[in-house]
Every structure is written in structure tokens, then in C-alpha cells.
């Protein structure tokens, strides 16, 4: 895999026929790696990374694939897990459904991975799960947080490792209505994503006794909020819950801070990815949901953020945040789910991993966190951040507000939506 | 009604920038019936050169570099409004020379050619920059917002819409009033008597094209506060300037302009009556004007149709 | 004209076809020998369909339409739709695939059938951008960017014989049927008087009209046939990624299916769609195998195919075969891209 690397280094370096020579090597490369084990001992265990690399999702893609790749080099520095040396190979899903379902066909035929990592956009996700559970190949769905991967689009063989919409909403909304105002206004995308998160925001702010006056659909891809910021000025609500995603709050979040229109009303965004908030650091506004930050006062955190970084000295972002977390976290705990079940057969991975429980000291979160074998979801503590106010460096852009324990914000209507095959219906997959 | 004025006031304001992101492009359809399809990583590009002109790391050497950050923030933005057009004009200048082996043959090579080299700038654009946003620093008396009628607006918008109308209006009068306009006018549509008359058409079609993508940059810069800098923003702009031009009909300045203003229009005021039809509007729009006219508001006979 | 000899053109099945099918006939065999895997040749076969079809708009009737992509995704929704709420029949679901796209395509017919140039390919944009946004938009029915999952592929009932299609390979070989039947379709097509009166609008619409053609309603019915024939492959697609997204619809993903009819030589022959596809999607597998930064080299390999070489590779190639000066070739591939947007002005 190394090879790889430097072709995509060299390719930096502007220098491109000496990259698509050393591409041409490194294409031939598994070849002679295949060859070499075939001869060997212990056969690896390969790893599919389907990390986007560009289109909207690139970014945090890129990020996903720098928690995971961690995860893999502890455990081959520990010796491997089951005595046997992890492999990976990684390709560019483009944030492109189609493309997503070829890579998936290529690293299961072709590259032999059995279990596949990594991803950001829900139809990519969902694109690749087709074709995991056709094979039987085990999918961690790293970094996706549509509610409808863990509900009406769940499977056997997906684990969903992010925290979703509805977790967000239930750790913020309740509060916000009590401390803030009743009179809400949603402002949402008009998308799957945004529409299921603004319904489950709905009900929250409904049941604490709070109201929504209007709920403005905004189209992807939009680019100018002015109309809706106005429309906003003019309706006058308490709070302004969000569902925007993508490149569409990042476009929001510069328009907000131009207008300092932070504060009245108050803003309640959901969950924030932390490549987004790097990009533009100046412009965090309002109360957001994440599932972990970079100086969480937890033993533990500050070894982490060092290691990472021993690693990604080059990389655009200097800390690691939520979605390198994530990728790391959901690698880590398949690679020791596969050293308790002492086997590499899928459906013995598959039972090790619903029974998943990690520990809050384990997870560097505040609270214990479990897989919900029902639904495939992790279970685990919400925070809620605004911006830092008083930033002790120029990555400390958080103020942590609260954590709340999993139970408090699992997503209770997702159970009844999802439904499992049973195990023997899997084909099975060993490698 | 007085709920409705500000967002026509909106949607005049997004209009002129959405006339400005045009502007390049259509200088290039009308003066040299070409579609320059790099119009939006051109913009992309004039964004990402003025945020590495405005940020830390300015591309000069080191002591040049020290003194140009000493200078006061509004000073270098504005050397940063000449200094990145000019920059991406070296790109226009290099793929002009490709273009070149197309002229004389039909506008759809012209079309392709810049298509293909959209994805190697945007690709360039991500190899160099990397996949993450920047945003571009404007100087504070552009910035904030300020409230009137009991609405806080933004500041940079009325700036931006402000220097749409000074680079509209400055185009205007060199494709009008100046001699290098007549010149350039009749070399689009008579090559032979420009010939003729001694003219280098030659250079005559670079420095269009140049000044073009020049044009493309400065609606980059522009707008990147607005939007963001991200290596897929060109797309963002390609498809409303190429749509803008379609439906005021090509050749038409004024028509551009008028396309601009209502698609603006139409995407503010539908986003506060019908927000989730806000950007479908300016289809809508477009397949009316267009399934009634042929040459949209006011085009001229072109080789681009025939 | 279509520069194939004239034999060839009145022939049911061309020595051309047999060839090619006995060598994608063997393809399951060898593939995974040559570093790729059977659902590449799936997705090459299905994008292969869909490039052929967009042809007969761009390369047959020189009609500039960049937002074909939406008929494409139209019959993946349609297919998946059909199986669910219908009828779980893999025929009527790949009939209703064709007739759902081709209605659309009929749809977007009559309002652009009467415009040329830069305006017509605008309105193409127009639409396949109003028609992705509504893909989006409806999740209900499409299931939005999360897709319309779990299509099953069907099995194929000849009613003496039923194949189960769900591994790679047996779908290979139905595509591959599939295909080689619309291939003589098609060719029967393009050389039909129906598809003689469609090449003499692409050199004049005006002496067309003159001969008495109703060039509208020509101009309207190839391009609906074209987004049913798209829609069909879209359908088939569906059945090979077992979902239906939107993406497909983008511009951007329209843009591809024009860049590899074009490299390949739309333009000039009517394998040149084929060829295309199989240089793009071998060429982005392998590329994008060991770089990210693929879309950089198929970008800089497109203007270079643009600059030196318009009749593309089924043009260079035809060069050679028939012992032609490449020259004359390129004068062919120049003319048929001036006929594209000039519509039909010598200049």
C-alpha cells in the first residue's frame, strides 16, 4: 500500500508522467502481494476503504479514511489481529452512488476485502450496502447520519457509527424551548436527510410544549439564504432550528456571520462535522450537535489527538475531529469484535459487534456507549457545542454546553422501521 | 406589499451579481460566438488566487511577502481585484492558444475543448488547494450588515451588487464607445474586412478572450465570500451564466443583463413565496422564454444556432 | 453519411456485430485474468446501450442534447417502481423502463423540437436539471439521495426456461443478449429510410423541409426514441446496482455520456459510442485504481482528442482498416461537429 502513497504524493509534486508511471507499478502491485502471501503463512485480512475523495463529501471523506487507517496501523504494530497482518486498499467514491456500488463490486471480486469502511453521503452508503449484503460482506457505515441508515435502510451485515439527526434534536430541543422560546422556526433541505431531521425536531419541540411557526424547504444546492434569512427577520421566531447539510450550511453559516444575525434569534444547527468547521472557523454560529471534540477534559483524548497527529503531519486539518473519530472508533472496534470472536467468519463478527459494548474510558466519550443490535446504531453521548468564545489555541473553536447519555437521545421510533434478515439468510464470508 | 419589497430588493441585488457571473461568458459568446465552458473553474481559480493573495501565505518571495502583509487589509484587497484576474488572464492566455485550432471551425470544438479543460483546472484546483473550503477575508467596511426598514441586511451584497453594476456599466462603454470595441465587434462578425483593414486579429481574439476570463475571475472573487471557496464551486456558476445567456439570447448585452436581473428575481422571490422551488424557478423560466422565442429576449442570428 | 460500406448497412447482423459478440461472449472468462472483474463488464454493456442510444440524438439526427442523463435515471425509477408497485416481471418492468423515459423524452420533444443550436442544447440542461431536481425532491416516491433500494434482479422466464440473474455472471450474459438485440435494432434504425430522412435533417433541415419532410416531427420522434432506448439501459442498470439513484441525472454525469460518445467517434461511425465507453470506464477503473486525481488525465486526454483528433478513435481506427488518408477522416469528424451546431450550414 505504501506505493500508493508516493504515487499520490508525486502527483502533488506536479510532476505527472512520473505519477501515472508509479501508478502503472502500484496498479500491477497487488498482484506480486497476492503472490507473496499465497506462499507465506498467514494470509491478511484486506480492508476495503471506500473513502470519497472528491465531489461534495471529499473532504470529510479524506478525514473518515485518516481515523480508519490509524485504527489499522495500531492493530499491525500490536502484530495483527488473529496473528494475521491487516491490509487495505482505498479508491475514490466520488460521492457518487454508482461509483460506490463499482468499488464495492471491484474490492469484493476483485481485491478479496471482506469487510468494507467509510462513509459520508447516504445514497453512497446505501449504494455499497446493496452489494455488501448481496456477498455477505460485512459494511461499517462510518460517518453517515441519516436517520433512515440506522431505521428503514439498516442491514444484517451495515453498522451505522455516527450519531443520526433525531439524537441530535432530542438532545437539543427540549431545553431550547424551555430556556430560549416556544416560537420555532424551521429552516430545512430538501432532502431525506433534512426532512427527516426537521420532523423528529418537530415532534421534539411539539411535546415541550413549544410551536413551530413556519418551516421554510430550501433546495439543494443553494447557494444565497438572503431570501430566507429576511423571511426569517420578518416572522420574528424565538429559536431557528436547522437541517441544512453539505456545501449548503457551509454557504449559510458565511451569510449568517456577515449579517451577525447570531443571537437574535437564537440558532440551533445540527450536528456540525468538524472538515466543514475548519474550513471556516470564523463563521460557527448557534448551538450544534457532535459526538466527540478534539480537548474533551476525558483521560485518554490528549494521546489520541498526539498520535493522530504523529501521523497526519502533512494533512489539511491539524486535529483530528467527529468524522476521523468515527472511522477510527467503528475500525477499531471491528478489528477487536474479530479478535474476541477469534474468527473471521462474518456472522460471527456480525454477533460480536451487536453485542457491542465499549466503555466510556475506552471511547473517550463521557458516557458508556452500545451497539442497539435491533437497529445497528451506536449508541453514544450527544454533545452540544457552541463557538469558543475563548479559544485556548487556534484549533480550540468548541465550547462544550452538555453531554447526554445515550439512552436520553436513542432514536426510539428507528427500532420498529428496521428489520434485520435472519442470520441464516447471509452468505457466508471468511477470509 | 411591504413585506414584499424586500425581496425584490433581493432579488435585484442576486440578479446584478448573476449578470456579473454572465459577463465573461458572454463577452466571449458574443464578440467570438465561442462557449467557453472553463467560465466556472475560471471563476473558481480568480477565488482561490485572491484567498492565497489575502491569506497568510502570500505566493511572493519572502521580503516582498513581509511587506505586502504589512500593507492594511483594504489595500491589499484591492491590488488582490487586479492582481488574481491577471493571473487567471495567464490561464485564459494558454488555453486561447488551444482554443486557436479551432477558429474558422465550428463553435462545438471550442465547447469541448473548454469542457475538457474545466476538469483539469478543477482537478488542478484540488491538487494544489486540497479538498477543504477556504474563505476569502473582505475588509471590514465591506463587511457586517446594517438595518433598515427593520431588517438587517448585508453590507458585502450591496457592495457586490455595487461593483456588478461598475463592471457592467465599465464594459458597456469599452464594447460601445471605445474604437477597440468597434474593432473587436467587426472582427466577430467580418473577419475578412478587419483583415483588411490591417487589423492582427490574431491578437485581437486573445486579448477578448483574456479580458473574458479575466471578467470570470473578478465575478470569482466577488461572490467567493458569499459562497464559499470549495475546488466544485465553478459548477455552481457555470450553469446560471450559461442559462442567463441563453435566456437573454446570445449577442445581446442588454439582454444578458435584463436575463440576469430576472433570474434574480424570480430565485428571491420565489425562495420567499415557494422556497423549495427557488432554484428549479430559473428552468421554469427559461423553458417559457424560450419555447416562445426562439433567440430567447433579444438574440441575434448566430452561427451558435443557424 | 455514415461511412459503412453499403453491404454492411443492408445487412440484418454485420460481420462487425458477430465479432464483437463472440468476444464479449468469452469476457466472464478472462476478465478477472486481466485485473478487472465481471461488473465492469456489466456497467461497460448497460453505459454501452445508453451511449448508442444517445447517438442516434447526437451523432445520427446532430442534435446537441446534454441532459440525457434524466432519461437514464427516469428508467432506473421506473424499472424499480414497476417491480415494486406493479408487477415483479422482468419484461413488463424493461417495457415500462422504456415507455415511462420515452414518454418524458416525448414530453421535452415538444417543447424543444423546434429550436437549434445553443438553445436547443440549453433546454436539454433545463430539463435534465428539472428532472433530477424532482428526483430529489420526491423522496417519497424515489427514496432522494438515499436511493430506491433493494431492486431485485429478475429472473429472466422465456416460458420453456426460467435463468436466475442475481450473480454477476448470469447477468452478464442477459445484458449481453439484451444488448446484442438492440444493437441490430438500432442499426436497423440508422439505416432505415426512416433513419436516412433523420441524417439528410442533420445535413439541412431547411432542404429537408423543402423535400417535404415534416423535419419537426422527425426531429421530435428520434429524440423520444433515444430517451426510451436511455431509459431501457437505465432500467437495466437498476438491476445491476439492485437500487435507483438520482446522481445519474446530474449534468455532470450527462456530460460523461457525450464526452465518450465524442472520444470514441459518435460523430463518424456508429460503434464510436461503444468504443467510447470502453476506453472511459476501463480507463477510470484502472486510473482511478492508483490515483484520485483521474478526471485530470481522461481531462487532459479529451482536449487532446478535441484538438488532433475530432473524428475520434472509431474515426482513426476506420482510417486505417479501410486504408483511407486519416485526413479525409478528419474532415469527416470536422464536418459532422459543424453539422452539430451549425445545423446544417456550410460554411
Known amino acids: ?407 436520553a437521545v436513542a432514536d426510539t421510533d428507528a427500532q420498529a422501521k428496521c428489520k434485520l434478515v435472519p442470520y441464516e439468510q447471509i452468505p457466508t464470508v471468511d477470509s | 406589499m411591504f413585506d414584499l419589497l424586500p425581496h425584490i430588493l433581493n432579488g435585484l441585488t442576486l440578479g446584478l451579481l448573476f449578470a456579473l457571473i454572465a459577463l465573461g461568458f458572454m463577452l466571449i459568446v458574443g464578440l467570438m460566438e465561442q462557449i467557453n465552458l472553463a467560465h466556472g473553474s475560471l471563476f473558481a481559480l480568480g477565488a482561490y488566487f485572491a484567498m492565497q493573495l489575502m491569506g497568510p501565505r502570500p505566493p511572493f518571495p519572502a521580503d516582498l511577502a513581509q511587506s505586502w502583509l504589512a500593507l492594511p487589509l483594504g489595500w491589499r484587497y484591492a491590488a488582490t481585484l487586479i492582481l488574481a484576474p491577471a493571473a487567471v488572464g495567464v490561464v485564459g492566455i494558454a488555453i486561447e492558444f488551444c482554443m486557436r485550432r479551432t477558429y474558422g471551425k465550428d463553435p462545438l470544438y471550442g465547447l469541448l475543448l473548454t469542457f475538457g479543460a474545466a476538469m483539469v483546472i478543477e482537478e488542478m484546483i484540488r491538487l494544489t488547494w486540497g479538498t477543504r473550503d477556504y474563505v476569502l477575508q473582505v475588509p471590514q467596511a465591506v463587511n457586517g450588515g446594517f438595518i433598515f426598514g427593520d431588517l438587517i441586511w448585508s453590507t458585502y451584497r450591496f457592495y457586490a451588487a455595487g461593483i456588478a453594476v461598475a463592471v457592467i456599466g465599465l464594459v458597456w462603454l469599452l464594447i460601445e464607445k471605445t474604437s477597440f470595441g468597434a474593432t473587436v465587434k467587426a472582427g466577430a462578425h467580418d473577419s475578412e474586412i478587419v483583415r483588411a483593414l490591417g487589423i492582427n486579429l490574431t491578437r485581437l481574439r486573445l486579448l477578448v478572450f483574456v479580458f473574458g476570463t479575466m471578467l470570470a475571475a473578478i465575478a470569482g472573487i466577488i461572490v467567493a465570500p458569499i459562497w464559499g471557496i470549495r475546488p466544485h464551486m465553478g459548477v455552481d456558476a457555470v450553469i446560471p451564466a450559461f442559462l442567463v445567456i441563453v435566456l437573454g439570447g446570445v449577442g445581446s448585452f442588454w439582454g444578458a443583463v435584463v436575463a440576469g436581473l430576472l433570474v434574480g428575481l424570480a430565485v428571491g422571490l420565489s425562495g420567499a413565496y415557494a422556497s423549495e422551488w427557488s432554484l428549479l424557478s430559473m428552468y421554469v423560466l427559461l423553458v417559457a422564454v424560450v419555447t416562445f422565442r426562439a433567440r430567447g429576449l433579444w438574440g441575434k442570428k448566430s452561427v451558435l444556432e443557424a | 453519411m455514415i461511412p459503412t460500406p453499403q453491404s454492411n448497412s443492408a445487412r440484418l447482423i454485420t460481420p462487425t456485430m458477430l465479432v464483437l459478440w463472440l468476444v464479449l461472449a468469452t469476457v466472464p472468462l478472462w476478465i478477472g485474468r486481466a485485473g478487472l472483474y465481471p461488473y465492469l463488464g456489466i456497467e461497460i454493456l448497460i453505459w454501452s446501450l445508453y451511449a448508442l442510444a444517445f447517438n442516434l440524438v447526437l451523432g445520427t439526427a446532430g442534435l446537441p442534447s446534454f441532459g440525457h442523463g434524466a432519461y437514464f435515471g427516469i428508467g432506473a425509477y421506473a424499472f424499480g417502481l414497476c417491480q415494486f408497485n406493479v408487477v415483479a416481471n422482468l419484461w413488463v418492468c424493461l417495457a415500462a423502463a422504456f415507455a415511462v423515459a420515452g414518454l418524458a423524452g416525448a414530453l421535452v420533444a415538444l417543447f424543444i423540437s423546434h429550436r437549434r443550436g445553443i438553445y436547443y442544447a440549453f433546454m436539454t440542461i433545463a430539463f435534465g436539471q428539472i428532472f433530477w431536481t424532482l428526483a430529489i425532491k420526491s423522496h417519497k416516491v424515489t427514496g432522494g439521495e438515499d436511493g430506491l433500494l433493494k431492486i431485485a434482479r429478475l429472473p429472466a422466464d422465456f416460458g420453456f426456461a426460467s435463468f436466475d440473474l442475481a450473480g454477476n455472471v448470469a447477468f452478464y450474459y442477459f445484458v449481453l443478449m439484451v444488448f446484442g438485440i438492440a444493437v441490430i435494432a438500432l442499426w436497423r434504425l440508422v439505416h432505415s429510410p426512416y433513419g436516412r430522412v433523420i441524417a439528410a435533417i442533420k445535413q439541412s433541415e431547411i432542404r429537408a423541409a423543402h423535400l417535404g419532410y415534416n423535419v419537426w416531427l422527425y426531429k421530435a420522434s428520434i429524440f423520444a426514441l433515444s430517451a426510451a432506448v436511455s431509459g431501457f439501459a437505465g432500467g437495466l442498470f437498476a438491476m445491476a446496482q439492485l437500487a435507483a439513484f438520482p446522481d445519474v441525472m446530474s449534468l455532470h454525469q450527462s456530460g460523461y455520456v457525450v464526452m465518450m460518445t465524442l472520444v470514441g467517434g459518435g460523430l463518424v461511425s456508429f460503434w464510436g459510442p461503444v468504443i467510447g465507453v470502453f476506453l472511459f470506464l476501463i480507463a477510470r477503473d484502472v486510473i482511478g485504481a492508483m490515483t484520485n486525481a483521474w478526471m485530470l488525465y481522461f481531462g487532459l486526454l479529451f482536449i487532446a482528442v478535441v484538438l488532433f483528433r475530432p473524428e475520434g478513435v472509431a474515426g482513426a481506427v476506420m482510417a486505417a482498416w479501410q486504408n483511407r488518408s486519416l485526413n479525409s477522416m478528419r474532415k469527416q469528424g470536422g464536418t459532422a461537429l459543424r453539422l452539430l451546431v451549425g445545423g446544417g450550414r456550410w460554411r
Open chain 1, 1 to 407: 500500500m505504501k506505493r500508493r502513497e508516493i504515487s499520490r504524493r508525486s502527483v502533488l509534486q506536479g510532476s505527472l508522467m512520473a505519477s501515472f508511471l508509479a501508478g502503472t507499478a502500484s496498479y500491477f502491485g497487488p498482484w506480486k502481494e497476492n503472490r507473496v502471501w499465497a506462499q507465506g503463512a498467514a494470509k491478511p485480512i484486506k480492508l476495503g476503504l471506500t473513502c470519497d475523495a472528491s465531489g461534495q463529501y471529499g473532504n470529510s471523506g479524506q478525514d473518515d479514511l485518516r481515523g480508519i487507517q490509524m485504527a489499522i496501523d495500531e492493530a499491525n504494530t500490536k502484530g495483527g489481529v488473529l496473528g494475521r497482518k491487516i491490509t487495505w486498499i482505498t479508491a475514490d467514491t466520488e460521492t457518487t452512488p454508482a461509483t460506490g456500488s463499482r468499488l464495492a463490486e471491484r474490492f469484493i471480486t476483485r481485491e478479496d476485502c471482506t469487510i468494507l469502511i467509510g462513509a459520508v453521503h447516504s445514497g453512497v452508503a446505501n449504494a455499497i450496502t446493496q452489494v455488501a449484503a448481496k456477498n455477505g460482506v460485512i459494511y461499517l457505515n462510518t460517518n453517515s447520519s441519516a436517520p433512515s441508515e440506522a431505521g428503514e435502510n439498516c442491514s444484517r451485515i451495515k453498522f451505522v457509527w455516527d450519531g443520526n439527526g433525531t439524537n441530535f434534536s432530542k438532545a437539543s430541543v427540549a431545553n431550547a424551548v424551555n430556556s430560549i422560546g416556544k416560537n420555532w422556526m424551521l429552516l430545512t433541505n430538501d432532502y431525506v436527510w433534512g426532512h427527516t431531521t426537521s420532523a423528529a425536531t418537530k415532534a421534539q419541540v411539539e411535546a415541550a410544549g413549544g410551536k413551530v411557526v413556519d418551516n421554510l424547504l430550501v433546495p439543494q444546492n443553494t447557494r444565497d439564504f438572503t431570501a430566507y434569512l429576511l423571511k426569517i427577520q420578518q416572522a420574528k421566531p424565538d429559536v431557528v432550528a436547522t437541517a441544512i447539510g453539505g456545501d449548503d450550511i457551509k454557504a449559510l453559516r458565511e451569510q449568517v456571520a456577515q449579517l451577525k444575525l447570531d443571537g437574535k434569534p437564537a440558532w440551533i444547527n445540527n450536528q456540525q462535522d468538524w472538515p466543514d468547521v475548519w474550513g471556516s472557523p470564523d463563521s460557527l454560529f448557534g448551538v450544534f450537535g457532535t459526538t466527540w471534540y478534539h480537548k474533551l477534559a476525558l483521560p485518554g483524548v490528549a494521546d489520541f489527538v498526539k498520535k493522530w497527529q504523529a501521523t497526519n503531519k502533512e494533512g489539511s486539518i491539524p486535529v483530528p475531529g467527529n468524522v476521523s473519530y468515527n472511522g477510527y472508533m467503528a475500525t477499531r472496534e471491528l478489528l477487536r469484535a474479530i479478535e474476541r470472536a477469534g474468527s473471521t467468519n462474518n456472522v460471527k463478527i456480525i454477533k460480536e459487534l451487536e453485542n457491542l459494548k465499549v466503555s466510556a474510558t475506552d471511547r473517550m466519550q463521557h458516557f458508556d456507549a452500545y451497539m442497539d443490535p435491533v437497529t445497528h446504531q451506536m449508541q453514544q453521548t450527544i454533545y452540544l457545542a457552541r463557538r469558543n468564545p475563548k479559544p485556548a489555541d487556534k484549533t480550540d473553536l468548541y465550547e462544550i454546553i452538555s453531554w447526554t447519555e445515550p439512552k
